[in-house]
């Protein structure tokens, strides 16, 4: 499995998710994960009948769906997993994310604030309930045309499918979204594209060793470079 590593020191691993790659293992992963790759990495092979929630992860601090690619951190020790985990649920931690969305999106900036949850008729989907957890997304539209929209995503929240919820929420699903776009939207989208055009491009957190501002950046992907150009 070919990983490109974005950053690393004693504390932390970055790296460079490509699409296509399921990151923790599941009864529903019949592929190797980036979870097996980081136990490796990690020489943490051994250790895995642990209860800890490190040892458990294999270190891997949050996640990204199978088909988004970009940045995705790792933390090499349990100190430096908690420190990170205690980031993200604080929203230190700040992404951007690109993604290429059908439709002109209008405003050019702005922000979906809705609450988000799994849905009960459909385990595998998640929506806008009025029970749902709290989620804010800000946008700002980079490129369009008359049938796309390239966006620029801020999640404030980081709740499950929350991107690719709050823009079907505003009818502006993203391009080749298999759970949101709609059957017939979808299967005009595999025509042209080959997965969900979603990226994690940029990630800001607080070094938990060093204590300084870290900012990375995953290069754009040949499939949203192209369709940039």
């Not at 990151?23 to 529903?28: A, D, I, L």
């Not at 992963?29 to 209860?51: G, I, M, V």
């Not at 607080?206 to 300084?212: L, R």
Request: aromatic residues 8%; charged residues 25%.
């Amino acid at each position: 499995m070919d990983i490109p590593i974005l950053f690393e020191d004693e504390s932390i691993l970055a790296v460079n998710k490509p699409p296509g790659i399921v990151v923790n293992r599941s009864q529903t992963a019949h592929t190797d994960t980036l979870q097996d790759w980081a136990e490796k990495r990690l020489n943490l092979t051994n250790l895995t009948n642990l209860t800890n929630d490190y040892f458990q992860r294999a270190g891997i601090v949050h996640r990204l769906d199978k088909e988004t690619s970009g940045v995705l951190l790792i933390a090499k020790t349990p100190a430096a997993f908690e420190h990170l985990q205690k980031q993200f649920k604080d929203r230190v931690i700040k992404k951007t994310y690109l993604a290429l969305v059908h439709g002109n999106v209008v405003p050019s900036k702005g922000s979906v604030n809705a609450p988000v949850g799994r849905l009960p008729w459909n385990r595998e989907r998640f929506g806008i309930l009025p029970g749902g957890k709290d989620a804010l997304t800000k946008y700002q539209v980079l490129k369009r045309n008359e049938k796309y929209s390239l966006i620029e995503l801020h999640p404030e929240s980081g709740r499950t499918h929350q991107i690719r919820v709050h823009m079907k929420y505003i009818n502006h699903p993203v391009v080749c979204d298999y759970l949101y776009a709609g059957r017939k939207t979808y299967s005009q989208d595999k025509l042209i594209f080959t997965r969900v055009m979603l990226h994690a491009w940029k990630i800001t957190f607080v070094h938990p060793v060093a204590g300084s501002s870290i900012d990375l950046e995953a290069p754009v992907p040949s499939d949203i470079a192209s369709v940039i150009q």
